[in-house]
Nanobody
């Protein structure tokens, strides 16, 4: 299966920026969705952003659109989440996740539904104050 390891979480002031990275090892799906979710204590995981390995489909949650950018570096088996203009409500544990593409799925559906993701990292903490 795919193994994922996140890094880049930190504590920053409101308005600051962070870049999260997710390194993928192990098995690689021929075509996949790579996504970022976040979670705060007492709530479920919330989809933040997602893209296909082909790069031609991208999803952003409304709350982060225009501030966050998801990207991938296929050669390094890594994908990133560039976060600008951070707000206190962006605080949470951020998880990267992947899922193989199936016929009929959309990037928005995968990126907003944690139950549809197949592999998960351990999480990295982002705190905005």
């Amino acid at each position: 299966h795919v193994q994922l390891v996140e890094s880049g979480g930190d504590s920053v002031e409101a308005g600051g920026s962070l870049t999260l990275s997710c390194v993928m090892t192990g098995y690689f799906y021929p075509a996949a969705c790579m996504a970022w979710f976040r979670q705060v204590p007492g709530k479920g995981r919330e989809g933040v952003a997602a893209l296909y390995t082909s790069g031609d489909r991208i999803y952003y949650a409304e709350s982060v659109e225009g501030r966050f950018t998801i990207s991938r570096d296929i050669a390094k088996n890594t994908f990133h989440l560039q976060m600008n203009g951070l707000k206190p409500e962006d605080t949470g544990t951020y998880y990267c996740a992947t899922a193989p593409l199936r016929f009929g799925t959309t990037v928005g559906s995968l990126g907003s539904t944690p139950e549809k993701m197949h592999d998960w990292g351990q999480g990295t903490q982002v705190t905005v104050s």
